[in-house]
């Protein structure tokens, strides 16, 4: 894919009425098979039978890491960046004895540019969470329900990723551009895999890659993502996880009057945890070199007992 570039010509996915959004939320929250006292969403797919079934991936003994570095400076897709501040540099440790380094850190787990888990507490549509959980569960002592301690013993089953780039022949997809179901559909037939069940499924947009020869941009205003219309696709699939080196979300949102259809889709109705902002490029090669693009994959969120969400980082192993 060298000097090919993305020119934005590929014809975009429908943009919908809000009555038609509507139409989709309900269809999917209404299909869920869990009942109404279920808190654990998606993750009933990932059964123990599917986890030691994605253990049987590995065969290289190799693992590559799926986040991106904490960063602390701040630029146009960062603003409020995470703060790490060394607490301890005593001057005795240039001298004999023990002596500690201690560190501090801060960091506003939704961010724009680090990677992160997105738990089902984090998304309040009409006033309700996954399965309707009322809102007032949130409080400012944090989420009494469907906080990412959902997720504390981990999220360990098959990871497959669906590269959309490489099915499309360029490095990445521009902002506003969308992955409709065809391109999934594209990029599983160029890989040889079939998404199923308990699967962790992760959208390569390409973002990470833009973002570093191209510099930082506003994506709040405009970022790649998948279009509405692929959720009932990975419904189908039943796949446990759903994660892209993008905010999943596309800006422009092609849902009139919701700026974040993919997020309210997956978590509020379907119960499907998002990462956010994750980092393939050490991922594609090892994919390539392994000629398989599914993997033992294990993502192990923070012990945060109320929280919406946590830093993480993911690891394929192969």
């Not at 959004?21 to 929250?29: E, G, K, P, V």
Request: charged fraction near 25%; aromatic fraction near 4%.
């Amino acid at each position: 894919m060298t000097g090919t570039r993305h020119t934005g010509t590929e014809p975009a996915g429908r943009q919908l009425t809000q009555d038609e959004f509507r139409s989709l939320y309900r269809r999917l929250r209404d299909d869920r098979p869990w009942g109404p006292d279920d808190r654990r969403g998606a993750l009933n797919y990932l059964t123990p039978g599917e986890t030691l079934a994605a253990a049987r991936e590995v065969g290289l003994g190799r693992a590559v890491s799926l986040a991106a570095p904490i960063e602390g400076r701040v630029t146009a897709d960062n603003p409020d960046p995470a703060r790490h501040r060394m607490k301890g540099l005593p001057a005795a440790a240039a001298g004999r004895g023990l002596a500690f380094g201690l560190d501090r850190i801060e960091m506003n787990i939704h961010g724009n540019a680090d990677s992160h888990l997105d738990a089902l507490c984090h998304v309040i549509f009409d006033g309700e969470m996954y399965n309707g959980v009322p809102a007032d569960t949130l409080t400012e002592a944090g989420a009494s329900e469907l906080s990412v301690a959902t997720a504390a013993d981990g999220i360990v089953g098959r990871g497959v990723l669906l590269d959309v780039p490489g099915s499309r022949g360029v490095d990445w997809l521009e902002p506003g551009d969308q992955v409709t179901v065809d391109d999934l559909l594209a990029a599983e037939r160029r890989e040889g895999v079939r998404v199923g069940r308990g699967d962790i499924v992760l959208v390569r947009v390409g973002h990470r890659l833009r973002r570093r020869e191209r510099g930082p941009w506003d994506v709040a205003a405009a970022r790649a993502g998948l279009h509405p219309d692929v959720m009932p696709l990975l419904a189908e699939r039943e796949i446990s996880a759903l994660g892209s080196d993008g905010n999943n979300d596309t800006a422009p949102s092609v849902a009139d009057g919701v700026d974040f259809p993919i997020h309210v889709l997956a978590i509020d109705a379907l119960g499907v945890m998002l990462m956010d902002y994750l980092e393939f490029d050490e991922l594609v090669p090892m994919c390539e070199e392994a000629a398989r693009w599914s993997f033992l994959c294990v993502i192990a969120p923070l012990r945060l007992p109320t929280a919406t969400g946590s830093p993480i980082n993911p690891i394929a192993v192969f």
